[in-house]
């Protein structure tokens, strides 16, 4: 992968099918503030499902982006999807530095990937002695083809930023939710739903659930790494279409109106309320899957608490939703509640939309990498 760090700030721009999302946050001492944000909505076309179809369009949303923020910042990271990234743990041997790993890494990595090695970026983590043999390390191994990057790339320099990091939208959402965890739940309950974990062994499990406008991504963390991904194919778009057509309003509209619950009473009962029961049960559906794994089917294991972020995470009542039908604290992430913003930023609106700011404020930590 592309992956350049630097100490100065930098942007973190998100690009979904939906919207582009921009934070740029600062640091002092070991307090964060949010100094720009804004979300701003993708124009139709531009995004062939995850993919960018037109990077120049593309780059006309997030030079908007970029001017609504009031930022002066150019630099900026970015994210690939994780859906298009491989992940494998390689074992090689102890004694191997980082430059004999980067060295030998091609030709490991051509038994794992189905595409000629000259089309991809390859980056890697040492992970640590292997548990299983120790004279060999477990390194991980993460690919994505160079076209994903480069679109990318592309975009951001269409908006006349200058693009220094390229991420995977997993490890934003890692980088983000080391900042927040610790005012998870600290027990099963904690959300008032009914719970039927609370005498189970607590192993730091935590499911959080990027609902997007249609694709939904089930990460199962274990502290603060994730062990599980799990892509989905359902999310918001559908009912956000259902909102607009029924009120006669615009898709922005719409969604505004989602977030705030303002919509008319037959809605809510015909579309509403089913569609946050139906994403339950495909959370619910999709923690079967994670214990249904060789690993984690011995029971020991248990999810404690499942986080709400991205778009879909603004539905009023949906976290409640959610704990009444898995029976699991649920809670909807705010991952700027304990930092400050600046005089410029309107507060409310950065509370509000924080689920969806998410990703785009794990790019903008690699600035304190």
């Known amino acids: 992968?592309?992956?350049?760090?630097?100490?100065?700030?930098i942007l973190g721009i998100d690009i979904s099918p939906s919207a582009v999302k921009l934070v740029e946050l600062?640091?002092?001492?070991?307090?964060?503030?949010?100094?720009?944000f804004a979300i701003e909505p993708m124009n139709e076309g531009a995004m062939d499902d995850r993919n960018l179809a037109d990077p120049g369009e593309v780059g006309e949303v997030i030079k908007r982006a970029w001017r609504k923020s009031g930022t002066r910042l150019r630099r900026a990271a970015v994210a690939v999807p994780t859906s298009s990234v491989i992940t494998r743990a390689?074992?090689?041997?102890?004694?191997?530095?980082?430059?004999?790993?980067?060295?030998?890494?091609?030709?490991?990595a051509s038994q794992y990937i189905p595409?000629?090695?000259?089309?991809?970026?390859?980056?890697?983590?040492?992970?640590?002695?292997?548990?299983?043999n120790n004279d060999m390390q477990d390194v991980m191994?993460?690919?994505?083809?160079?076209?994903?990057?480069?679109?990318?790339?592309?975009?951001?320099?269409?908006?006349?930023?200058?693009?220094?990091?390229?991420d995977v939208e997993v490890y934003a959402l890692e980088n983000m939710f080391r900042l927040f965890m610790d005012a998870l739940p600290k027990t099963s309950g904690d959300s008032g739903g009914p719970i039927n974990l609370a005498k189970a062994p607590r192993e730091g499990?935590?499911?959080?659930?990027?609902?997007?406008?249609?694709?939904?991504?089930?990460?199962?963390?274990?502290?603060?790494?994730?062990?599980?991904?799990?892509?989905?194919?359902?999310?918001?778009?559908?009912?956000?279409?259902?909102?607009?057509?029924?009120h006669g309003v615009s898709r922005e509209q719409a969604e505004q109106m989602k977030r705030t619950g303002q919509i008319a009473d037959d809605i809510v009962t015909v579309t509403l309320e089913p569609f946050k029961q139906m994403l339950a049960e495909q959370i619910g559906h999709g923690l079967q899957f994670f214990f249904s794994s060789d690993q984690y089917a011995s029971g020991r294991y248990n999810v404690d608490t499942i986080v709400l972020v991205g778009g879909g995470a603004t539905i009023v009542g949906l976290d409640r939703v959610v704990?009444?039908?898995?029976?699991?604290?649920?809670?909807?992430?705010?991952?700027?509640?304990?930092?400050?913003?600046?005089?410029?930023v309107n507060s409310n609106a950065l509370l509000r939309d924080a689920?969806?700011?998410?990703?785009?404020?794990?790019?903008?930590l690699r600035s304190f990498d």
């Open 90 to 108: 390689v074992p090689m041997p102890a004694e191997f530095k980082e430059s004999d790993i980067e060295i030998n890494m091609p030709i490991e």
């Open 141 to 166: 191994l993460v690919a994505s083809r160079k076209e994903n990057v480069y679109t990318r790339e592309a975009a951001l320099k269409e908006a006349g930023l200058v693009p220094v990091i390229v």
């Open 323 to 344: 704990a009444d039908v898995l029976g699991i604290s649920a809670v909807v992430a705010s991952p700027f509640k304990n930092m400050g913003s600046a005089a410029k």
């Open 26 to 36: 600062s640091r002092s001492g070991s307090r964060f503030r949010v100094e720009a």
């Open 355 to 364: 689920p969806l700011l998410a990703i785009a404020g794990g790019l903008a």
């Open 115 to 132: 595409y000629p090695i000259e089309e991809v970026y390859l980056d890697f983590e040492v992970k640590g002695r292997s548990q299983t």
């Open 205 to 246: 499990l935590t499911a959080l659930v990027d609902i997007g406008a249609t694709m939904t991504n089930l990460y199962v963390l274990q502290e603060d790494r994730v062990i599980f991904t799990r892509e989905q194919g359902f999310g918001c778009d559908q009912l956000t279409i259902r909102i607009a057509e029924s």
């Open 1 to 9: 992968m592309a992956l350049f760090k630097r100490n100065e700030p």
